[in-house]
């Protein structure tokens, strides 16, 4: 099963909604919770970047029996430096976003604790593409 | 212990949420990083913060967490407990600060 949708940079009054269907759709086809509950960290983290750094992107959520693969492409400044991204702590987000709670470093080290794979592929001044898999048995 | 046995015990004010006072509790945490939350936090915690908007919810109910409560005074902004009282999760409040407000119900969870 595929799900997708599209994500507008800077509209934090949205910003989950993506993470809350896909969760939704795993609950209904009967995913073990502890899988779920993975998805939806490095799912939310992921779509909560492209609303703090990026112009717009897409998500694209593939369910199968053996695993959730979650694809993350956006339009945006890039990451010029991923290593530094992923270190724990580092952040470039806003001083506004920062105040919101977001911002804290703590977003790409999520996703990574929570994913059986994760690639990260960034060109600056033009955007990132995260790939996520979890797998389910 | 319920959220609402919380509630009651604690002397919180309840904003919203109503239909999420039976929830049990299984654990607390306290943050204002939605992140750390997103992260740290489990299934039926209790979620201490003085953040008001509306992502606080979405995390809540991604979390499943049982309640949430905003200390200093703060209320929690109208999107906020709009989104609370459809995730049937509920909002507390109390004036205390969140250090004061932890080990309070710290205690009341670890007698």
Request: proline content about 3%; glycine content about 10%.
């Amino acid at each position: 099963m595929d799900l997708s949708f599209n994500i507008q940079g800077g509209d934090f009054t949205s910003a989950g909604t993506a993470s809350s269907q896909v969760r939704r759709t795993l609950k209904e086809l009967g995913v073990d919770a502890s899988v779920i509950k993975r998805v939806v960290v490095a799912l939310y983290e992921a779509e909560v970047n492209i609303v703090a750094h990026a112009y717009k992107g897409e998500i694209v959520a593939q369910i199968s029996p053996e695993r959730v693969f979650l694809k993350l492409t956006d339009e945006g400044p890039g990451i010029p430096d991923i290593e530094k991204a992923m270190t724990p702590g580092y952040s470039t987000a806003s001083q506004e976003v920062r105040e919101m709670g977001f911002g804290a470093g703590m977003g790409l080290p999520n996703i990574c604790k929570n994913a059986d794979v994760f690639n990260l592929h960034s060109v600056p001044n033009k955007g990132t593409t995260v790939e996520i898999t979890i797998q389910i048995s | 212990m319920t959220v609402k046995e919380m509630a009651q015990t604690l002397g919180l004010t309840i904003f919203t949420g109503e239909e999420g006072l039976e929830k049990e509790i299984e654990g607390g945490y306290t943050s204002d990083l939605l992140s750390d939350v997103m992260g740290y936090a489990d299934a039926g915690y209790v979620w201490i913060t003085l953040q008001t908007h509306k992502n606080v919810m979405a995390v809540a109910s991604l979390k499943e967490l049982a309640a949430v409560i905003l200390v200093k005074g703060f209320a929690p902004d109208e999107d906020t407990a709009e989104l609370a009282r459809q995730e049937q999760i509920s909002i507390l409040g109390t004036t205390e600060q969140a250090f004061e407000l932890s080990g309070r119900l710290y205690r009341l969870l670890h007698p």
